[in-house]
């Protein structure tokens, strides 16, 4: 046998095992999917994993995503994170809910549940592996739906830079044909082009602080004068900031100079807050300054017409790519969602990631997340956390503008006990009320975003967020006991326990959401005294502990509600 024939049968013996793997994958989710025994299922799970394995995923992306989800009709999608011995768990509580037995619903996008893939450590949730997805999406195929967050924070990629133009004391006339030699130097490449047409780029020039002021002026002047496409090249101060107010105090005053000198824009480098190097850092100019001198900050250079930055500026675009690189491998998992976060990003450089992220994968749904406990800032604006919902409204036009569907609003400082809703006006680690949960979710729907909301909801927050209609959301704590810290999470020096979803947790929350949902609906259509009944029942199951609770009378008014509302 010739090589080439060696060649051929090697490439058709491959096709052939491929052609199994997908064989065996299918069977197992058509058995899946049609209800079979679970002696047939665990029979056919070897061989699906192993194509699992080989194939890298799925056999086929999924053609439905969870955008596709009709709340309005179904009720708020719930996902439950977890790890892969939480699914069986998760999905049992599910396909037990009274409307799915009310509705005899089989479809997970009609069920409207999803396990959510994580591993869940000691800093929160942490991103799922290969093992990790095989396991969960086994037990969840053609039954319930499944999910993941591939991470609470962007990797920072910034853009390379030719060196800063550095201005020693010297005579001046020195200092002028020294710093403008650096000039030329530096945009020689930029003007001697493959195409020779002038490429844009930026060059910053910093001052050492034995140079006089008018001295300074005057070497501006000279290398403005230097630059023969200022449309295309432009030219930056570099100010070293100490920290805290005389940091503001050094910033306001290179915003002085810097719009004396003609120039519009500043770059600032300081000493990391505290605060930023906790958060390992933060959007933008928060990195050097607390929200409120980066406020006053703001306001003095809008008045001069300074665009004041940071030195470094990140590559939005290298950004997205790895974002995508997650995002594609959940959905080769075949997952119906993947989420993401943009901290610590700026609002503006958001836009530039989620306009490549849809762009890539605008047929399916990934979705962008927003934390409201932190502070972030657009170009010329802070908002603080106690401006969240300012900070929210801002970031939904933005998302909305880039054809984003699907969205979830969360908290990410659960270990400080930062939680989405206030259980009281005094709970200062609550960021929203109801009502303002109310005001923002019907906010994005008018722009034709669906809100999915996270961060420590309680059962009875989750009740009344149902109440209100809300397209989804996640809960974690609600739904889980404690465990052992077992060998995935040994080395994790501070988890003392896990969390793991129970049925019984997962299967209250549900009824809890499905009762909210009903209530309302039943309400709209008139029936009161039956709304009013379940309301009842609802208030009397969450003010009982989960042990002594009955849920019986409330399981059987919800599913009579629901058969009343399919008809």
Same mark, same amino acid.
């Given at each position: ?6 060649? =051929? ?6 096709r052939a095992?491929f052609h ?18 679970a ?8 061989? +699906?994993?192993?194509a ?9 992306? *999924? ?15 719930l ?12 999905r =049992?509580?599910?396909?037990a809910?009274?409307?799915?037995v +009310? ?6 996008l009609?069920?409207g ?33 499944t ?66 002021p008018?001295e300074?002026q ?8 230097e ?28 915003i ?18 505290e605060?930023?190097d ?14 409120t001198?980066? *406020? ?7 008045? +001069?017409?300074?665009q ?18 997650g995002l ?35 047929d399916?749904?990934a ?7 932190i502070?972030?800032?657009t ?28 969205v ?27 009502d303002?949960i ?5 906010? +994005?729907?008018d ?28 809960v ?8 052992a ?12 326990a896990e ?19 009903? =209530? ?17 029942a609802?208030?009397?199951l ?14 059987e008014r ?10």
């Amino acid at each position: 046998m010739t090589n080439d024939q060696n060649r =051929e049968a090697r490439c058709a013996a491959l096709r052939a095992d491929f052609h199994r793997y997908r064989e065996d994958f299918h069977r197992y989710e058509d058995a899946a999917r049609s209800g079979a025994a679970a002696q047939q299922l665990a029979k056919l799970r070897k061989r +699906a994993a192993k194509a699992f394995d080989e194939l890298g995923g799925q056999p086929e992306l *999924a053609s439905l995503s969870l955008r596709d989800y009709n709340h309005d009709r179904f009720g708020p999608y719930l996902g439950v994170s977890g790890e892969p011995d939480a699914a069986a768990s998760i999905r =049992e509580a599910a396909l037990a809910s009274p409307k799915v037995v +009310a509705l005899a619903l089989t479809d997970p996008l009609e069920v409207g549940v999803a396990h959510d893939a994580e591993r869940l450590g000691s800093i929160g949730e942490l991103p799922s592996g290969p093992d990790e997805y095989r396991e969960i999406r086994l037990e969840c195929v053609g039954r319930i739906l499944t999910s993941t967050n591939i991470g609470s924070r962007v990797n920072l990629r910034f853009y390379g830079h030719a060196a800063d133009i550095w201005v020693n004391p010297a005579p001046l006339d020195d200092m002028k044909q020294t710093a403008i030699e650096s000039l030329r130097k530096r945009l020689a490449p930029f003007l001697n082009t493959p195409d020779g047409r002038p490429r844009p780029t930026t060059v910053y020039v910093r001052f050492r602080s034995q140079v006089a002021p008018d001295e300074r002026q005057a070497l501006i002047r000279a290398l403005r004068g230097e630059i023969q496409h200022p449309e295309t090249h432009s030219l930056v101060l570099v100010q070293a900031v100490r920290k805290g107010s005389a940091g503001v105090r050094d910033t306001l005053e290179a915003i002085a100079f810097a719009a004396d000198a003609g120039l519009n824009q500043l770059a600032v480098q300081g000493t990391t807050r505290e605060a930023a190097d906790e958060m390992l850092s933060l959007p933008g100019l928060l990195n050097y300054f607390n929200p409120t001198q980066a *406020a006053r900050i703001f306001d003095v250079a809008d008045a +001069a017409g300074v665009q004041v930055t940071t030195r470094n500026r990140v590559d939005c675009q290298s950004v997205a790519r790895l974002i995508w690189t997650g995002l594609a491998t959940a959905r080769r998992m075949g997952l119906e969602l993947g989420k993401y976060a943009l901290f610590p990003l700026t609002l503006d450089e958001s836009a530039q990631v989620i306009e490549s992220i849809q762009r890539w994968l605008g047929d399916w749904t990934a979705a962008p997340a927003f934390y409201v406990d932190i502070d972030t800032i657009t170009e010329g604006q802070v908002f603080p956390r106690r401006r969240a919902r300012e900070a929210a409204m801002v970031w939904l036009d933005m998302v909305a503008a880039n054809g984003v569907q699907v969205v979830l609003i969360d908290t990410v400082l659960k270990s400080e006990g930062r939680h989405l809703l206030k259980t009281d006006p005094n709970d200062s680690a609550g960021i929203f009320t109801l009502d303002a949960i109310h005001k923002l979710d019907q906010y +994005a729907r008018d722009r034709g975003v669906k809100v999915l909301w996270a961060g420590g909801i309680t059962v009875a927050q989750a009740y009344e967020l149902a109440r209100l209609e809300v397209f989804g959301l996640y809960v974690t704590s609600a739904v889980a006991r404690l465990r052992a810290v077992g060998p995935d999470h040994e080395a994790d020096p501070g988890l003392a326990a896990e969390r793991f979803p129970t049925r019984d947790g997962v299967a209250r929350v549900k009824l809890a959401i499905e009762a909210g949902f009903v =209530e309302t609906k039943l309400r709209k259509l008139g029936d009161h005294e039956e709304a009013a009944r379940i309301e009842a029942a609802t208030h009397d199951l969450l003010t009982r502990p989960p042990e002594t609770a009955d849920e019986s009378a409330l399981r059987e008014r919800v599913t009579a509600a629901w058969q009343e509302l399919g008809r």
